[in-house]
């Protein structure tokens, strides 16, 4: 453990590593977490990583930097990203098809109003 100059503590991955096996190995969280003075939350957190993402998911000390995602975890959040730009995209593309189509209804009309034989006006 290591305190920052904020006073906040930072655990080493071997401690978070040691804490999450206890509860694994059938200890109670809670339990585990008085004995270490840890929030239970935090070892929930820690427990819920390893289980998702391996024992290399707690390599560093505190929280892990932005730059820190493993592959996989970028590589998703980038397709998310894409799908949701595609909705995007895919969403813009009705609504001008509607516009046009309004556009279009509303010259016809403009169009059809005019019938005296005079040219039809070009103002919009």
Excluded: C
């Excluded at 391996?54 to 505190?62: C, T, V």
């Excluded at 509303?106 to 034989?117: A, I, P, S, Y």
């Amino acid at each position: 453990m290591k305190k920052t100059r904020d006073g906040k503590r930072r655990f080493s991955p071997e401690f978070k590593i040691a804490a999450v096996r206890r509860v694994n190995e059938g200890e109670s969280p809670h339990s585990v977490a008085r004995d270490l003075d840890v929030n239970a939350p935090l070892l929930w957190k820690w427990r819920k990583q390893v289980a998702q993402q391996g024992e290399s998911a707690l390599k560093g000390i505190g929280r892990p930097k932005g730059g820190r995602r493993s592959a996989e975890g970028t590589e998703a959040s980038y397709q998310r990203r894409i799908a949701e730009l595609e909705r995007l995209v895919g969403r813009q593309q009705m609504e001008i098809g509607f516009l046009d189509r309004a556009l279009r209804q509303v010259e016809e009309l403009r169009q059809e109003k005019n019938d005296d034989g005079a040219a039809a006006s070009t103002k919009r």
